[in-house]
């Protein structure tokens, strides 16, 4: 499957914000060799030779902007946006297990319940869509706040990438 991730990261040029962007997309598909694999596999925006991914898939979608700017601004809602649908939907799914299923039906995953539960949990992976630029994933809106309010030059990153 794939999706659209953002990175948020510090820098001063469309050019740095890009390469620091790919740096981060690396480390969240295990290619930088202290970091695990939470992706297969990315590709951005400003890739042209791929049929199946990126904008060939999504359509056309800024490599990097400035998070003030429209564009960004953009990015950003649609990062956080998801992210929030995504944890609403896995805590529903939570509160629905508790309410209609046993311990045992739970403990044994029926109706995917304990997945349901790790996903809420999850610090990276399909259910968080907006990452800092140390690959971290943006789990709720404080720690998103901060980062917007101690950033000076924040940029948008966007990538597919598929798990």
């Given at each position: 499957m794939h999706m659209v991730i953002y990175a948020l990261v510090e820098e001063s040029t469309h050019d740095d914000a890009q390469a620091t962007g790919n740096s981060v997309f690396d480390r969240l598909v295990g290619a930088d060799p202290h970091a695990s694999a939470v992706f297969d596999y990315y590709v951005t925006f400003d890739e042209e030779d791929t049929s199946v991914a990126g904008k060939a898939r999504w359509g056309e979608l800024?490599?990097?902007?400035?998070?003030?700017?429209?564009d960004g601004q953009d990015l950003l809602e649609r990062g956080w946006e998801a992210t929030k649908e995504e944890f609403e939907r896995n805590l529903d799914r939570v509160k629905e297990?508790?309410?209609?299923?046993?311990?045992?039906?739970?403990?044994?995953?029926?109706?995917l319940a304990r997945h349901a539960f790790h996903q809420v949990g999850a610090y990276d992976g399909p259910t968080i869509?907006?990452?800092?630029?140390?690959?971290?994933?943006?789990?709720?809106?404080?720690?998103?706040?901060?980062?917007?309010?101690?950033?000076?030059?924040l940029w948008i990153v966007p990538a597919d990438v598929h798990f």
């Amino acid at each position: 499957m794939h999706m659209v991730i953002y990175a948020l990261v510090e820098e001063s040029t469309h050019d740095d914000a890009q390469a620091t962007g790919n740096s981060v997309f690396d480390r969240l598909v295990g290619a930088d060799p202290h970091a695990s694999a939470v992706f297969d596999y990315y590709v951005t925006f400003d890739e042209e030779d791929t049929s199946v991914a990126g904008k060939a898939r999504w359509g056309e979608l800024p490599t990097a902007a400035p998070v003030d700017s429209d564009d960004g601004q953009d990015l950003l809602e649609r990062g956080w946006e998801a992210t929030k649908e995504e944890f609403e939907r896995n805590l529903d799914r939570v509160k629905e297990a508790i309410d209609e299923l046993s311990d045992e039906e739970i403990m044994r995953d029926e109706d995917l319940a304990r997945h349901a539960f790790h996903q809420v949990g999850a610090y990276d992976g399909p259910t968080i869509f907006l990452y800092t630029e140390h690959g971290t994933g943006i789990r709720h809106r404080g720690q998103l706040d901060r980062l917007l309010e101690e950033s000076e030059e924040l940029w948008i990153v966007p990538a597919d990438v598929h798990f």
